[in-house]
C-alpha cells in the first residue's frame, strides 16, 4: 500500500488526505496548527469564471494543470460530492456546488458570495430572501454585534423586510462578545412574527426556518470547520526532510521521522507557515522557488518586494509554481522531488482572498492527494 505524508492540516490537507485515502492510500496527516482554513468567514468560494481564468490567468493553478474545463469541471464534480459525504460524517453538513454561487450576508449585513456553504447558513441567501420578513437575534450584552444595525444593512443593501429583535442569555460576563455565544443553545425569539430568523454565528441546535450569518475572525464557522478537518491530524512541525536519488523519503519533526513514498505539502500562506514573508518570500522547509506572476519573487525587483506594504492583496498571489502533475518547481523552474507535490494556499498566481478562496485547496487538494497515491 502506497504511504502518503501530507504537511498541512487546512482544507488543502484534508482533500488532499480523502483523495489518496480513496485511491488506496495509507495517509498521514501531520500539522502543526489551524491556519486560514479556521479563519474562513463561513462561505467557500470555488471559483466564479472557470473558462476565463483558463483563458486568461497563465500562472493560475487551475491553468497550470494544463487540463481543459470539461475536465476540471468533472474533477471538481468528483470531489465536491466526496468532500460532502466526508464532512456530513464528520457532523458538519454544506450545502452547494462549485456552479452555483449565493449570496450571503456578515454579521454587518454585508453580502459575500459562495459557492458552498454549511447547511447552518444556507437559508441565509440572500437573493431568496428578498421582500421577506426576517427577524435578526440581538444580544444587548455582546460589543462585537449590532442586530440593528444588520437588520437595517439587510433592509437598505438587499431589500429584505429585517428588523432586529433582542433576546436574553444567562450567564454572559460583561462586555461579552460573539466568541461567547460559541456552542450556547439558540435561544428561541418570543414574538415569532417572521419568515425566517438570521442568528449571529456559534449557536447550536438552530430553529427550523432560521440561519447563521457569516463571521468575522475569530470564526465559529471556521472552528467547527477546523475541528471537523482535524480529527486524525497528528499534531507536530515538520522542520526538516531525508532525501534519497532526488526523492524525499521521509519528514522530520523532532526526533520522530515520518516515512512515506510520497508527500503533499499543503503548508498554507503566511498564516499557515507554507510562505514565509519579508522583503524576500521564501518557502522555508524545502527552499523551493516563491514565483510572482510567473516571475521569480527574488528576482522582481524593488517594487515587487515592497509590495507587501503598497498591495497586500496582490503580495498574496506571491507562491509555490507547479507543474501539471503538481509538482511544486524550485528556483530554476524545475521539479526538484520526484515524489513531492504541493496544494492550497502555499501556491501563487491566484487571489488568496477572491473567487478562488477555497476552490485552490478543494482542487488542487484533491489531484495532488490522486497524484501522490499513484506513486
Ligand atoms: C481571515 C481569512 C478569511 C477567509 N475567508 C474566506 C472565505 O470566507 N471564503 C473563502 O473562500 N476563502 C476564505 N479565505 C481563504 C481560505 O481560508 C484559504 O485559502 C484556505 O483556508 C487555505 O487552506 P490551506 O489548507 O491551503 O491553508 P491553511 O488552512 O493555512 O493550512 C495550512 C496548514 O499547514 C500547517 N503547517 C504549515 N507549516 C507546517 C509545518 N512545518 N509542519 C506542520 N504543519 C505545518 C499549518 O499549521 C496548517 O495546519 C480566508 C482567509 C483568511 C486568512
Redesign the pocket.
Known amino acids: 500500500m502506497t504511504r502518503v505524508v501530507v ?8 482533500c488532499a488526505a480523502l483523495a489518496a485515502r480513496r485511491a488506496g492510500a495509507d495517509v498521514t496527516v ?17 471559483v466564479d469564471d472557470l473558462d476565463s481564468i483558463l483563458g486568461t490567468q497563465p500562472h493560475h493553478p487551475f491553468t497550470r494543470l494544463g487540463l481543459d474545463a470539461v475536465r476540471i469541471a468533472t474533477e471538481l464534480d468528483t470531489a465536491i460530492q466526496a468532500i460532502h459525504l466526508a464532512l456530513e460524517k464528520g457532523g458538519l453538513k454544506f450545502e452547494g456546488g462549485w456552479k452555483h454561487r449565493g449570496l450571503y450576508a456578515d454579521i454587518h449585513g454585508l453580502a ?1 458570495p ?1 459557492n458552498l456553504v454549511p447547511a447552518t447558513v444556507a437559508g441565509g441567501e440572500l437573493r431568496a430572501l428578498a421582500g421577506r420578513r426576517v427577524a435578526v437575534v440581538g444580544v444587548p450584552q455582546v460589543g462585537d454585534y449590532d442586530a440593528a444595525s444588520t437588520a437595517q444593512a439587510l433592509k437598505e443593501l438587499h431589500g429584505i423586510d429585517a428588523f432586529a429583535e433582542d433576546v436574553s442569555i444567562p450567564n454572559l460576563p460583561m462586555s461579552a462578545s460573539l466568541t461567547d455565544l460559541y456552542g450556547r443553545r439558540a435561544p428561541t425569539l418570543a414574538k415569532a412574527r417572521a419568515a425566517s430568523v438570521a442568528y449571529p454565528p456559534g449557536f447550536s441546535n438552530l430553529p427550523d426556518d432560521s440561519f447563521e450569518l ?1 463571521a468575522a ?1 475569530p ?1 465559529p ?2 472552528w467547527r470547520l ?1 475541528q471537523v478537518i482535524g480529527l486524525g ?1 497528528v499534531k ?4 526538516g526532510f531525508d532525501f534519497e536519488s532526488g526523492r524525499i523519503t521521509a ?1 522530520r ?1 523532532g526526533d520522530r521521522a515520518y516515512r512515506a513514498d510520497a508527500f503533499v505539502l ?4 503566511h ?4 510562505i514565509r514573508g519579508g522583503r524576500k518570500p521564501e518557502e ?2 524545502l527552499d523551493l522557488g516563491v514565483f510572482h506572476d510567473g516571475v521569480l519573487a527574488s528576482t522582481g525587483g524593488a517594487r515587487l518586494r515592497h509590495l507587501e506594504y503598497l498591495d497586500p492583496a496582490a503580495e498574496m498571489q506571491s507562491g509555490l509554481m507547479t507543474d501539471k502533475q503538481l509538482h511544486p518547481l524550485n528556483e530554476v523552474g524545475a521539479p526538484p522531488y520526484a515524489n513531492l507535490y504541493a ?5 501563487g498566481g491566484y487571489d ?2 477572491g ?7 478543494l482542487l488542487t ?1 484533491w489531484l495532488a492527494g490522486t497524484l501522490a497515491a499513484k506513486q
Open positions: 504537511i498541512g492540516g487546512g482544507f488543502a490537507g484534508y501531520v500539522a502543526r496548527a489551524p491556519g486560514a482554513t479556521a479563519l474562513y468567514a463561513g462561505g467557500m468560494e470555488i459575500r459562495a457569516l475572525p470564526s464557522h471556521g477546523q491530524t507536530a512541525e515538520i522542520q519528514a519533526a499543503a503548508a498554507g500562506h498564516i499557515g507557515g507554507g522555508p522547509l496544494a492550497g494556499a502555499v501556491l488568496y482572498a473567487a478562488c478562496g477555497f476552490g485552490v485547496p487538494g
